[in-house]
């Protein structure tokens, strides 16, 4: 069963191996990136940056674990907003050998529960490239509907791009 948990400092190895092989399948739908984002010591300063914020609720950094336990990507919640607007964006990205499987929705299926259910926030926005159309089947898997177009919104492979905006809503929580 695919699961996700807090990434930690000793996932930086692992990590900096599945960037580097994977530099060229993700590139397309990542920002641009220095060489150092790809090296262990790269990873490790991501990794402490990440659970920085985590420290004061900002994100929840995990890794996606595939079905013997292996690291074969990440997925997070960013922008995690609380008060009146209880929200936060999801980003994930799963290593080329473990795409098509399912990971990427069941690793969004377990953020998202997550996110409703332990952290109770109400929103969860997920901004996707026009023409990523398997992220975009992921998110409609697991619930989330378009809310619109946003153009030149993210700065992706080098050049500003438009992105579609979908939103899951915690209508369990609703009063």
């Known amino acids: 069963m695919v699961s996700t948990r807090l990434v930690t400092p000793d996932d930086a190895p692992i990590l900096a191996e599945l960037l580097q092989v994977n530099r060229d399948f993700l590139a397309p739908w990542e ?10 010591a790269g990873q490790r300063s991501d990794i402490q940056d990440a659970l920085d914020r985590h420290a004061f609720g900002m994100t929840l950094p995990h890794v996606i674990l595939d079905e013997s336990g292996q690291v074969v990507g990440g997925i997070a919640l960013n922008g995690i907003v609380r008060g009146s607007v209880q929200s936060c964006h999801v980003g994930y990205w799963v290593a080329a050998a473990h795409n098509g499987r399912g990971v990427a929705t069941a690793a969004v299926r377990e953020i998202k529960r997550v996110a409703f259910e332990e952290l109770g926030l109400h929103r969860i926005q997920a901004d996707i490239l026009l023409h990523n159309h398997r992220s975009q089947r992921v998110l409609e898997r697991n619930g989330f509907v378009r809310i619109g177009m946003a153009p030149s919104y993210l700065r992706i492979a080098g050049r ?9 809503l915690n209508t369990a929580a609703e009063d």
């Open 160 to 168: 500003w791009q438009d992105h579609l905006l979908f939103q899951a």
């Open 31 to 40: 920002p641009s990136r220095p060489d150092s984002y790809f090296t262990v």
